[in-house]
């Protein structure tokens, strides 16, 4: 296998580490380690204050001291799902310096990996030497960027990967244009960080950036009309939306509610291993829900919505119970019938299909396939 020159190019929102990214973070220091272990040389332009935090330090120094971070300065860029269809284009932003630098070193590298959900990335593509393989993070959030992946499609076919189907699917293209070609990619997590445990407490855990498309709200609305304690990590995303959560609590309901924070990956296996369920609630078609396999994998069941990429992702009835979108009763229903689900067949499914080795096996044959420019043949 040759080894590649990889330069990974992390969302803009925040710096690795911070939490502001979301899942992306941990995929892309997932994809640096699992691609530095398969001898390709790994580079990662992000926001200056960047660190490849949350893994134990032993199993992976060797690994992080071989993959250089490159710390981009400028502002960083508002969330795409806060921005109304009028959002500026921030200038001086880490966005476009990061993709300054990738144009000046464009040569040492045989890929451009871009994480970022942002126009000007996809809108660059054709200027660039280097091939870039784009990694889109969210499903259909606004028509610039629907618009720059769709010209984008027609020139490098199936250089888009996506989590899941269902997140491919909320990009529809221009009536009489071709379909879009997405590789769909799944994701993974370092199954070895998490510890299975068989012996849960009785609370709920509720995990994701603390934003509304992430439907806190409904999570918290189950977990007292079920009358159950209900553990949230997070990142808090906007401090007043956390605010208005809390006033909206009555004493009853508060009681109920623990804020964990944002914890590192082994603090957050450990507490989360303990919960009795995870429940899944977004108000929009998530792509993935890296949170579903990080609780899959300490053996902890998943009530979700069927709708996105948690409803490819949880097995009905064996590593959980999907429910109908909104639906508050059924919520209820399935958390009362939660000791039916058998917490190793959910250990078991993280093992067998969401394991860094499957995941990387897949994403290096894409990254070959861009390269030999054998894709869209
Ligand atoms: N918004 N503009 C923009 N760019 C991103 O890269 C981005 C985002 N919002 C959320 C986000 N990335 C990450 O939290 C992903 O994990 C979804």
Redesign the pocket.
């Known amino acids: 296998m040759n080894s590649l020159r990889l330069l990974i190019l992390s969302?803009?929102?925040g710096p690795l580490g911070s939490g502001?990214?979301?899942?992306?973070?941990l995929?892309v220091a997932n994809l640096a380690r699992v691609m530095r272990q398969r001898g390709h040389r790994v580079a990662i332009a992000a926001p200056a204050g960047s660190v490849l935090s949350g893994q134990p330090a032993a199993r992976t120094d060797a690994l992080d001291c071989q993959i250089e971070i490159i710390q981009v300065s400028g502002s960083c860029?508002?969330?795409?799902?806060t921005?109304n269809r009028s959002a500026p284009v921030i200038v001086g932003s880490a966005l476009a310096n990061a993709w300054a630098y990738a144009r000046q070193a464009q040569a040492n590298y045989d890929l451009l990996i871009n994480?970022?959900?942002?126009w000007l990335p996809f809108y660059l593509t054709p200027f660039l030497t280097t091939p870039v393989a784009h990694f889109v993070?969210?499903g259909s959030l606004n028509d610039c960027l629907d618009e720059a992946i769709f010209q984008l499609s027609a020139q490098f076919p199936a250089t888009l990967g996506a989590y899941t189907r269902s997140q491919a699917d909320t990009f529809v293209s221009p009536t009489g244009t071709a379909p879009l070609r997405w590789q769909i990619l799944g994701s993974a997590i370092d199954i070895a960080q998490y510890d299975y445990c068989d012996r849960p407490g009785d609370s709920l855990a509720w995990v994701g950036?603390i934003s509304p498309e992430k439907g806190l709200t409904a999570a918290i609305a189950a977990a007292v009309a079920a009358n159950r304690p209900l553990k949230i990590f997070g990142k808090l995303e906007t401090t007043d939306y956390w605010q208005s959560i809390q006033q909206s609590l009555s004493a009853t309901a508060a009681a109920l509610i623990t804020y964990c924070g944002f914890l590192p990956t082994p603090q957050l296996q450990q507490a989360l291993g303990h919960c009795q369920a995870l429940l899944v609630t977004p108000q929009w078609v998530e792509?993935f829900g890296i949170g579903v396999i990080e609780a899959l994998a300490c053996g902890v069941p998943v009530i979700a919505y069927r709708r996105g990429g948690p409803a490819e992702i949880v097995c009905h009835g064996k590593t959980g119970w999907l429910v109908e979108p909104g639906d508050r009763a059924g919520m209820v229903a399935a958390i009362a019938q939660i000791e039916q689900i058998d917490r190793y067949a959910c250990r078991q499914q993280a093992e067998t299909m969401y394991s860094l080795a499957a995941w990387g096996d897949r994403c290096e044959q894409w990254f070959n396939q861009i390269i030999s420019g054998t894709i869209g043949s």
């Open positions: 969302t803009p929102v502001r990214g979301g899942g992306v973070e995929t860029q508002p969330t795409a799902q921005q994480f970022a959900y942002d993070s969210m950036r792509a």
